[in-house]
């Protein structure tokens, strides 16, 4: 085999560590997003409820206060 072969396959086997090396990069990249998506969406879905208890407590305020008229 000849030097030219030895130096395209180190050329192939550098891409290749190049490419893991980005896709794990990535890869953890998309998992903190995915963890501050997950993160975000508890928060929303807790501000979610809060609100909808509040609006029933008002909706309950107001048909007493109609009840009382």
Do not use: G, P, W
Not at 13 to 29: F, G, M, T, V
Request: proline share 0%; charged share 35%.
């Amino acid at each position: 085999m000849t030097d030219h072969y030895f130096n395209a396959l180190e050329q192939k086997i550098d891409q290749l560590l190049q490419r893991c090396a980005r896709l794990e990069y990535e890869n953890r990249q998309l998992r903190e997003a995915e963890q501050n998506v997950r993160h975000d969406k508890a928060r929303l879905l807790q501000v979610n409820d809060q609100t909808r208890a509040q609006v029933e407590k008002m909706i309950q305020r107001l048909k007493s206060l109609e009840q009382n008229t």
